[in-house]
């Protein structure tokens, strides 16, 4: 079970965020070059594991995306997980270009490479995969690490209202998933950083194996400009998991996170 809510709650963190279009240009995007963001993760009270996220530009002058995830301690020597994702994203569009899934669960390993292609078609795009081969897919779809950094971008706003669903689409682990978000209101959440004031989620969960209700997830991003997701809480059937932000740096609006110590 421990296994299963480690990768719910670092997957499924960035998973639900997608979205967004063609007009974030460099300039605004931009703005995230450099960061860095760091996790730990609990399962109950026992801390699991952490992850680490960055926004970066490679040799070419294309954005690189990266979330390396891994088991700590006990956790570590239990199950042993190791999960890389990537994403090479257009500066000009915004779109992903490349995403690589590299998970490493125990025994269990998977790689996959996808490149996507937004411009043959009119009314949809097409993805390549390593395992599918060739898939038409919904027209500008993104990966869950473009997708995040889009949602902070041009989401989160001062327009939302209370009871707000976005409906998104995404490509994620070799298959297109509509996953709906509903915006709760805001919150203040007590962190090590001090009390910071959130906008709060509900993706809308699927009942089953892991979750009793639709709404056993929620997720926090502090209200100001950093738009930073600060927690993640899943409710399981059996325990619950904590995604906490430990580490930043690199922040456009670093000195103006809004903390009430």
């Not at 967004?20 to 996790?39: F, V």
């Not at 009942?207 to 209200?223: E, H, L």
Request: hydrophobic residues 35%; glycine residues 6%; proline residues 2%.
């Amino acid at each position: 079970m421990l296994r299963s809510a480690y990768i719910s709650g670092l997957v499924l963190l960035f998973a639900f965020m997608t979205g967004a279009g063609a007009y974030c240009q460099e300039s605004r995007m931009a703005d995230y070059l450099g960061e860095s963001l760091e996790y730990s993760l609990y399962y109950s009270f026992i801390r699991a594991g952490e992850a680490k996220l960055s926004f970066d530009k490679d040799s070419s002058g294309m954005y690189h995306i990266k979330m390396d995830s891994k088991t700590i301690g006990l956790a570590n020597s239990l199950y042993h997980i190791r999960d890389i994702y990537e994403c090479i994203m257009d500066p000009q569009t915004a779109y992903p270009l490349l995403a690589i899934r590299n998970v490493r669960e125990g025994r269990y390993r998977a790689y996959n490479e996808v490149t996507f292609d937004h411009s043959s078609r009119e009314d949809s795009s097409i993805v390549y995969s390593q395992k599918k081969g060739m898939l038409v897919v919904p027209k500008d779809i993104y990966d869950i690490l473009s997708g995040f950094y889009l949602l902070r971008k041009e989401y989160l706003t001062d327009s939302l209202q209370i009871g707000d669903t976005i409906l998104i689409e995404t490509y994620f682990t070799d298959e297109v998933f509509d996953l709906k978000v509903r915006y709760v209101g805001k919150e203040k959440i007590k962190t090590e950083y001090g009390k910071i004031n959130c906008l709060k989620f509900n993706p809308v969960t699927e009942v089953g194996r892991a979750f009793k209700t639709q709404n056993d997830m929620s997720i926090w991003f502090s209200d100001d400009k950093n738009h930073l997701p600060v927690k993640v809480w899943l409710d399981l059937r059996f325990g619950s998991v904590r995604v906490d932000l430990i580490g930043f740096k690199g922040l456009k609006y670093e000195h103006r996170l809004s903390l009430d110590k």
